[in-house]
């Protein structure tokens, strides 16, 4: 297993690029966005300026945060990149953003979404089961949204087919400045983020 991180200094956050039907998705997004500027971390995320990802973005960049964007060329029109970032890297392919997520954070948290963040979330999970990183993984339950597949995570424990301790790689938050409170015991402590040093 490769070491924890020593210090907390970007946060990797996984969302949709819809707004959702419930008014709270996107003020968790915005919570979440506010709540990593204030304390002085970087916010590492998909690069769009649309749903959750935007509201996510705009709430950090407002409270002074830094914010990078990592999207991928064929997702430029779909998604359409934010033009307000500190910083936005473009990449190939669908599995270049993700490794570059996940090169760049420190913590890989998720807010709600569709197929791809899904996708994003449990490649990340998969990576800590494999050894391959020991960022904490923790999930932001908005309202419950993630109950569903939490359900069949405790049912695939049950069956077989995932052992309890790497159903435990993937941590649940009820809220925004919880999911930042365990990231920040899981690290041991918040260092600086300064984007101008692309060290990870």
Not at 143 to 170: P, Q, S
Request: include cysteine.
């Amino acid at each position: 297993m490769i070491a924890a991180n020593r210090f907390l200094r970007r946060v990797g956050v996984y969302c949709g690029s819809s707004i959702g039907n419930d008014p709270a998705f996107a003020a968790e997004a915005r919570t979440l966005g506010e709540s990593i500027a204030a304390h002085g971390l970087v916010l590492v995320y998909g690069g769009a300026c649309r749903g959750l990802m935007g509201v996510l973005a705009d709430a950090a960049l407002a409270r002074g945060g830094e914010a990078i964007g990592v999207l991928p060329e064929v997702l430029k029109g779909r998604e359409i990149a934010h033009g307000g970032l500190t910083r936005l890297e473009i990449v190939a392919t669908m599995h270049e953003r993700k490794a570059r997520i996940n090169e760049l954070s420190d913590a890989l948290l998720a807010l709600p979404g569709g197929h791809g963040t899904l996708d994003e979330l449990m490649e990340a999970v998969t990576w800590a089961q494999l050894g391959l990183h020991a960022k904490p993984c923790i999930l932001v339950n908005t309202i419950g949204y993630w109950d569903g597949m939490l359900r069949f995570l405790d049912g695939a424990v049950m069956a077989g087919f995932v052992k309890a301790n790497d159903r435990a790689l993937l941590r649940v938050a009820a809220n925004a400045e919880e999911a930042l409170v365990m990231a920040k015991n899981a690290c041991g402590q918040i260092g600086n983020g300064v984007v101008g040093d692309r060290s990870v």
